[in-house]
């Protein structure tokens, strides 16, 4: 039951959460980029506020509703740190996410669809994620290498593909924490791609060796019956000696 519940609350909170993410990604990408002032970077920080409540709420609701709440809590460890740790902090952006398993919906039971939603999202998500959080750490550190955005995409994209050509690097303790998530975040995504098309694989594999031993079963069980009825026929039928004289088996 309190499972049940869970659940219910998980699948009904998908898409204002979502919402919510993507407003807190317009809130962050405005504030990184257009560094506003005055009132525009009040209500820029409100509206940041308020999503980051948001998320704390649904933390909370979920571990309430868990059946087992300290192994819930035990397992979802890193959703703790996003709510908590101001460090990690550029990591809610994460929750957008939701809409990645939002779109996935629409692909159905197409397996290798799937994997290219997963690699265009994910990919493009993680990039312009770590893009934004390692320039704002970034750009106004001493000796900076990574100073606008366009350098902050190039980096994030040597670093999720693990290029690394070395010509940008992280010189701050923060950024070079998001380096190191966009490193495991990418490495993660290329294993569970790979883990998926090798199951895909097997089972693609799986399925035709089934459909092939049922037609294979099929075709000598016809064979069967075709003997069998050779044999009847044969057994009714008039044999003739070499007398000529005709009689039945």
Do not use: C
């Not at 703790?80 to 990591?91: E, G, H, N, S």
């Not at 779109?103 to 994620?129: D, E, F, H, P, W």
């Not at 902050?152 to 992280?170: E, F, H, L, S």
Request: proline letters at 3%; hydrophobic letters at 55%; aromatic letters at 8%.
């Amino acid at each position: 039951m309190q499972q049940r519940r869970l659940d219910n609350w998980e699948h009904r909170a998908e898409w204002p959460l979502a919402a919510v993410a993507a407003v807190f990604l317009a809130a962050y990408t405005i504030e990184v980029l257009v560094q506003p002032h005055g009132l525009a970077a009040r209500a820029i920080n409100m509206a940041t506020l308020l999503t980051w409540a948001v998320f704390t709420a649904d933390y909370v609701a979920r571990l309430y509703l868990a059946p087992d709440r300290k192994q819930w809590f035990v397992t979802h460890l890193f959703d703790l740190m996003i709510v908590l740790l101001p460090l990690l902090r550029p990591l809610r952006l994460l929750r957008l996410i939701v809409l990645i398993s939002v779109l996935q919906k629409a692909v159905g039971n197409a397996i290798r669809g799937k994997v290219v939603l997963y690699t265009i999202s994910g990919a493009v998500l993680l990039v312009y994620v770590a893009s934004l959080a390692v320039l704002q750490a970034e750009r106004g550190a001493p000796d900076a290498h990574i100073t606008d955005f366009g350098d902050a995409v190039w980096w994030a994209i040597t670093t999720i593909t693990t290029v690394g050509y070395g010509d940008m690097y992280p010189v701050t303790t923060t950024g070079r924490v998001i380096a190191a998530l966009l490193m495991i975040g990418g490495i993660s995504l290329v294993g569970s791609i790979t883990a998926t098309i090798a199951s895909w694989i097997v089972q693609s594999v799986t399925v035709d060796e089934t459909a092939t031993a049922a037609a294979t079963a099929a075709h000598i069980n016809q064979l069967r019956a075709e003997i069998a009825s050779l044999r009847e026929e044969l057994r009714g039928a008039p044999v003739i000696d070499g007398s000529g004289h005709q009689y039945r088996s």
